[in-house]
């Protein structure tokens, strides 16, 4: 990690707030800009997804500079103190309202359904064919960090879930379910499964949604789930020019 990884570990705090920025610092896959007359904001971005987080308010050239780095969409997270800063310093992205939710009890309030649960290795990611390729690819790479839990209808996995970001005491809830088989509760069942296991790690729940996403914000309030901070999202307008 290094001495400069250590500092800004002591400016993201374990907490929902910073789970994406401490992860990045964590696992090592951040790249941070930086100002050398202030060591207080900065930005951290995951070259392999484009995600970034701009904390405090690092200047425009820094700003620019971990845009133009990376050769993909780039996704930027600012928070309440410096949304507004962001938000005039990158006109040609749009901006969305996300939440943060933990759970308010020590389990989820989940249903068990007729799938069973259980954890995947990359040979059966790779052999179920059925999984869009996107997905499949996502799953495996996930397992470079994180367990992958399915769960399955006559061994047919069909509900996925696993940690897209994880801190010393917290995971971030990342789940997806194939179209034909949503809105029959095995999301729920899935997540409740990779939650409990998660917890005898000692790592706490994390769900992050989008405001207009109702259907996940839906699900984290089913199962228990209470907000306890927010987000602001940018992406660049698709009306801008490349």
Known sequence: MGVRGAK??????????WIYARWMVLSGNGRIYVENK?????????????????VG??????????????????????FKNNYRYIE????????????????????????????????MMKNDIQAARHIPDVLRKELVDALLQSPVAAGLIED?????????????????ISIDTLKPYRNKGYAGHTVGF????????????????EESNRASVHLA???????????????KSQESPN
């Open 57 to 78: 308010k690092p200047g425009a050239d820094v700003i620019q500079k971990s845009l133009t780095s990376i050769d993909m969409p780039v996704r930027i997270i600012g």
């Open 88 to 119: 005039n310093e990158l006109k040609e992205f749009e901006r969305s309202t996300a939440y943060l939710y933990t759970l308010s009890e020590e389990k989820p309030k989940y249903s068990y359904t007729d799938a069973s649960v259980r954890f």
């Open 194 to 209: 990779m939650i409990e296991h998660m917890m005898t790690k000692g790592k706490r729940p994390v769900w992050g949604a």
């Open 221 to 235: 309030k089913k199962l228990g789930f209470k907000p306890v901070d927010k987000l602001y999202l940018f992406n």
């Open 156 to 172: 047919k996995p069909v509900s996925f879930c696993y940690a897209a970001a994880m801190t010393e005491t917290l995971w971030d």
């Open 8 to 17: 800004l570990l002591q400016l993201l705090p374990d907490i929902p707030r």
């Open 38 to 54: 202030s060591e207080n904001s900065f930005i951290i971005q995951d070259p392999n997804n484009g995600l970034t987080c701009v």
